[in-house]
């Protein structure tokens, strides 16, 4: 964890706790329910947490905000942003049953409060919120589809409402269909290597 305290020195010491306990909860869990590789549970701090917040050296969520997280899988950004941003509201989504449970034992044995887990699918969702934050579920036109009608109109951020996606890799293609997508390299944040290809990718509602 002291990876995480160079890139977010601000850390109260209850955060610092928390994210202190979530290697441990995550391996006892992914020996009952696999949702992190098994290649990957030894690198959580770097290529789960500290990746999940490279969505808060972009933006910094504000109390009261509203943020939901497509594809969640066992957590992921939501989590360790739910922890960072404690006076924001998390709503973490899969249409996975099994990788919600974790998702849910994780935000009680954590006493996250911010934290809504739910088992559906992201069209599922009625309500309206101020970003939408995933890691890779799908290509960004089909995840497009997923948020829309899922914003709320006032904007109280320095970005206005939208998505904030992590992707990896040559997106070119992929965002060919939106020119006005963002895109900030993790490497202008992280010098780890694992960051040297991945991105976050921000596109206004």
Not at 164 to 183: C, V
């Amino acid at each position: 964890m002291q990876t995480l305290k160079k890139y977010f020195p601000c850390l109260t010491e209850k955060q610092e706790n928390l994210f202190n306990k979530l290697p441990s909860l995550y391996k006892e869990w992914n020996e009952k329910i696999n949702v992190i590789s098994r290649k990957d549970i030894d690198f959580l701090g770097e290529r789960h947490i500290l990746h999940s917040l490279g969505i808060a050296q972009v933006l910094s969520f504000q109390p009261k905000a509203k943020v939901l997280d497509i594809g969640t899988g066992g957590g992921f950004p939501g989590i360790p942003l739910a922890i960072l941003f404690p006076e924001t509201s998390f709503v973490l989504v899969d249409s996975i049953g099994k990788k919600i449970k974790v998702v849910q034992e994780i935000a009680e044995a954590l006493s996250l409060t911010n934290v809504t887990a739910l088992h559906s699918r992201a069209e599922e969702i009625d309500d309206r919120f101020d970003f939408i934050v995933s890691r890779a579920v799908t290509q960004m036109p089909t995840f497009i589809n997923w948020t829309h009608n899922k914003f709320l109109k006032k904007n109280m951020h320095s970005l206005k409402n939208g998505i904030l996606y992590l992707k990896g890799g040559d997106l070119t293609e992929e965002l060919k269909e939106f020119p006005k997508a963002k895109i900030y390299p993790l490497s202008n944040f992280f010098e780890e290597d694992f960051f040297e290809t991945k991105k976050v990718v921000y596109l206004e509602n």
